[in-house]
C-alpha cells in the first residue's frame, strides 16, 4: 500500500470528516493523529523523531494506510508528499482565518496550553507541534496565529506542484476529493464528525 492522499491542512479544518471519508472512497484506512494512542501529548517514537529533525522511514510510519491527515502528519506533509510522489495534496482549510482560530481555541488551544508548562509531565508533544507550526515557544498569541495560518495556507500553494494541490473547506462534502481521486461520489452523506461541539482530544 502507498499513500494515495497527504494531507497539508492545519488541524481544525475538517480533517476528523475528511480521514472517515477518505478511508470511505479509498477502502483503506487514513491516518490522523487519534489514531496514535497516547496522542495528543505524547505521538510515539517516529513522530518524535520528525519533530526532532530526525526524517523517519514513512513506510514504516504509515504501513497499512492509504491517506494522511491532520497534525503531526500535515507538519510534514512536505518530505512525505516528496516520498510518495504520485498522492494528491489535500489542503483542507476553514472560510476564513478568524473561523479557523475561534476553532482552535475552543478545542485545541486548551489543551496545547495545559501540557506547555516545563514542569508539565505528561508529555508535551502537542505544544511542541504548536511551537514548530508558530516557529517560536511564545506561539500562544492569536495575532500570531492569525499570520501563520495565512502564511502556512501561502506557503503550501507556493510549494506544491499544481497538478497535486487540491483544496478543501468543510462543506463541500465528497466533489472535490471524488474529482481529485477519480472515483464516484458515494450516495452516503458526507460522514461530518468531530464538530467543535462534540470534539474530544
Known amino acids: 500500500m502507498t499513500l494515495r492522499v497527504v ?12 480521514a472517515h471519508a477518505l478511508t470511505t472512497l479509498l477502502g483503506e484506512p487514513c491516518f490522523h493523529m487519534r489514531e496514535l494512542p497516547a ?12 519533530l526532532a529533525g530526525r526524517d523517519p522511514d514513512w513506510d514504516e510510519v504509515f504501513r497499512g494506510y492509504a491517506a494522511a491527515v ?8 512536505e518530505p512525505i508528499a516528496a516520498a510518495y510522489p504520485t498522492a494528491v495534496v489535500l489542503l483542507s482549510r476553514r472560510e476564513s482565518t478568524d473561523t479557523w482560530l475561534d476553532s482552535m481555541a475552543a478545542t485545541v488551544l486548551p489543551v496545547a496550553r ?18 514548530r507550526f508558530a516557529g517560536t515557544a511564545a ?31 468543510p ?31
Do not use: I
Request: with cysteine; aromatic share 12%; glycine share 8%.
Open 114 to 131: 495545559a501540557c506547555a508548562p516545563a514542569d508539565w509531565t505528561g508529555g508535551r508533544d502537542l505544544a511542541v507541534m504548536m511551537e
Open 7 to 18: 494531507g497539508a491542512g492545519l488541524p481544525r479544518t475538517g480533517t476528523g470528516a475528511l
Open 39 to 50: 496522542h495528543p501529548y505524547d505521538v510515539g517514537p517516529r513522530w518524535k523523531d520528525a
Open 139 to 169: 506561539w500562544d498569541d492569536p495575532d500570531l496565529l492569525r499570520v501563520r495560518h495565512d502564511q502556512w495556507l501561502e506557503s503550501v500553494r507556493r510549494a506544491a506542484d499544481p497538478a497535486r494541490l487540491v483544496e478543501w473547506q
Open 70 to 77: 491532520d497534525w503531526p502528519a500535515s507538519l510534514f506533509w
Open 171 to 201: 462543506g463541500e462534502g465528497w466533489v472535490p476529493l471524488c474529482a481529485a481521486l477519480a472515483v464516484p461520489v458515494p450516495d452516503d452523506p458526507f460522514p461530518w464528525t468531530n464538530r467543535r461541539d462534540d470534539w474530544v482530544y
